[in-house]
């Protein structure tokens, strides 16, 4: 899903986010008026329509009674229409009472029954609500709107956010759970980056999966330090707490994997909400003889894709295969390399049980990708190197960059060590280390500025620098 609010003519369009529409993505585009509309919208519209079969157009009330306005509009392609409304109980209220408040707006249930049965059949057709302080009745109102044909609805609180508000629609979210609509999703605005947290705050369980994450391997040959449950030191405390032996219920768990046709079975049947499918979880999902079929399944059906590997078990027929199934957007396939060492030396260092020829053998598969992606003019599967940041490694983060620059990663993610246990405590870098391990991100920082890899979470490195030792930070 994908949405663009135009507020005013000369605002900025994301062209490339119109470029890169899937054939069944929705696309919610808000503009301010049809009668207002440029050339250029006009233009971008009938782009958009060409790529996507699901692009619903956002616009003012009292444009839709303007039967050449919508004409025009749906000559240009769109798939339907959300119709702005403006929530205005107080009419009803005064009129009815609170008696009668299960009958929700009605003047704005009426109008939408009318719309819909004067609109085309083959068109969609919802509401965007603009919802002022009075939502007393606004679960019922969706109900109303949600009988006449609103499968989904738009929920855009007007003024700003309180503790009070979120609570007001909580109280709207679970009077939907109560009559338990069916088929309904309930959006708060797509365009707003306070979205995640008007559906956090109000429990909104309507507003559909976004995305979903496969565990489909627990299976690992790799030994990270870091890791709960195959580093060197947990399993010793396992088998030490187990009288010598792992227990059999922590060997099954580490042997599950998820069958390949029932994977596929719940890929296939993703609603069309999901944008992006990430396989990951305790153990490395490519193990699964069946990975790169599920993969290029998830693909083939349009999501986003995002693996968490350590990278090895890859072969070359394998990246060829995944390579074509990328774009020019790294969003759109992304492989996380768990390398966590810039250097040979290092890499075995923090994982005992490999080699240098491991390392390789990972340097070489990342690199392969780059290469292709270049001989593609950069479409393919793009990579980012993890770096998982403890002891043994958090004063050799520029060796990280450097190897990312090598493979050509587009980005590096220091990613702050969890403790999984006991065992672990050791691995975290202490104070004595602080100083010195600031200097290394900010070095580190100032050659992927240079070389242009991108940092991730690049506020959470900065902030470390600042905090200790009055190392600069590379800007």
Known sequence: MKSLDIGAPGDFVDHKAIDLLKPDELLYLRIPSLRTLSDELRSLVTKAASLSSKVVVSIPQEEVDDLLLVQGLFRLGVHGIAVRMTHRPERWLQQHGLGQIHSGDRDLIERFHQIRSSFPVDRFLTVEFQVQDDTRVLG????????????????????????????????????????????????????????????????????????????????????CVFCGLYGADSIDEMKKRSGGTLPEPLKNLMKMEIDAEKCLGIIKSLP????????????????????????????RRGFAVEVLSNMEYLNDDDILLLHRLGTRNWYEFHFIANVSAGTPELYVKTRPRQSEKTFEKVVNNLRLFSDLRNKSSGAGAHTTIMCVVNRLNCLELLDVVKLAEKVGAWQVWFKPMEIHGEPHRSYVPGEDLMVAMARAYSDAIAYADGCGVNIFQRPICEEIIRKYSGASVHV
């Open 272 to 299: 069309w909400s999901v944008h992006m499918i990430q396989f990951g979880g305790i153990g490395d999902p490519l193990m699964h003889e069946s990975a790169v079929d599920i993969i290029a399944a998830a693909r």
């Open 140 to 223: 019922a109102t969706i109900m109303g709107v949600h009988q006449f044909g609103a499968s989904w609805v738009v929920l855009n609180p007007l003024g700003s956010a309180s503790s009070e508000r979120f609570r007001q629609f909580r109280d709207v979210i679970e009077y939907l759970k109560i009559r338990g609509p069916t088929r309904l999703n309930v959006y708060f605005p797509f365009w707003k980056q306070e979205m995640p947290e008007w559906d956090l705050k109000t429990q909104n369980t309507f507003s559909g999966l976004e995305i979903v994450h496969i565990d489909i391997s627990n299976r690992c040959s790799h030994s």
